[in-house]
């Protein structure tokens, strides 16, 4: 039987951070690819923050503006102890109307799994919509192509542009939905943005001698911005 979101990140809370929080990519990608097209003091959405290392934390530390949203309220509230400098709140990214706008930036890393394919491209309307124009989004997630599990649900000749597939994450299984690259092109300009870096960072996260969970993870990370037209 799958877990959904919200109890799934509410029981691995504290483990979450011991295996991913010390992502060398995220930090990588962050201080790299997006701080150096940020404004100062721009306004930034954490989407999923998690934990709030190492996103949160770094562009707080920049100087940016920080709001973070999670589902899981164990993660906001080891989020709040650990980034006093940015603001974090429970909240559903699917019904969550931002009090402020726009954001200059939204991140969005390895948030989007559980999301089928119609809601993660409702999700992308909403970033769109909550940016300012040329506003940048920051996605982190995982190709269908790198899915190593004989639980495929789509196959992917069948959906070329996604997959379904159920994995063991952290001690729970998991139901996720992948697109391909092409279909994170697709999605991604159907909604307004163009592509402007892509890469492929290799994550093993930290896990006890006992967890299932230990395959090397190819993290998938795309900035686009915003086309002034939308």
């Known amino acids: 039987m799958t ?24 930090g990588e990608v962050i201080k790299r690819v997006l701080l150096p097209l940020l404004p100062p003091q721009s306004r930034v959405l954490d989407v999923g923050c ?11 530390e920049a100087g940016h503006s920080v709001v973070g949203i999670d589902i899981s309220q164990e993660m906001v ?5 650990q980034v006093p400098g940015a603001s974090f ?7 969550y109307t931002p009090p402020n706008l726009p954001f200059d930036a939204v991140c969005a890393l390895l948030s989007l799994f559980q999301l089928g394919p119609d809601d993660t491209a409702s999700a992308l309307a909403k970033f769109s919509e909550w940016l300012a124009p040329d506003g940048i989004i920051l996605l982190c997630t995982i190709l269908s192509s790198a899915v190593r599990t004989p639980d495929i649900t789509n196959g992917a000749a069948a959906q070329p542009l996604h997959i379904e597939a159920s994995f063991p994450f952290m001690g729970h299984l998991v ?23 892509e890469k492929i960072i290799p994550f093993r996260p930290i896990v006890s001698a006992s967890e299932v969970h230990v395959d090397v993870e190819e993290h998938y990370y795309i900035l686009a911005r915003k086309k002034p037209s939308m």
């Open 175 to 197: 139901s996720g939905t992948y697109f391909s690259r092409e279909g994170w092109h697709k999605v991604l300009a159907t909604h307004g943005f163009a592509i402007e870096s």
């Open 77 to 81: 509230n080891i989020a709040r102890q």
């Open 89 to 95: 709140e429970k909240a559903d990214m699917m019904t």
């Open 3 to 26: 877990i959904l979101a919200e109890a799934l990140f509410d029981a691995v809370a504290k483990r979450y951070e011991e295996s991913y929080g010390p992502s060398t990519g995220q």
């Open 50 to 60: 998690g934990t709030g290392r190492p996103v949160a934390e770094t562009l707080s």
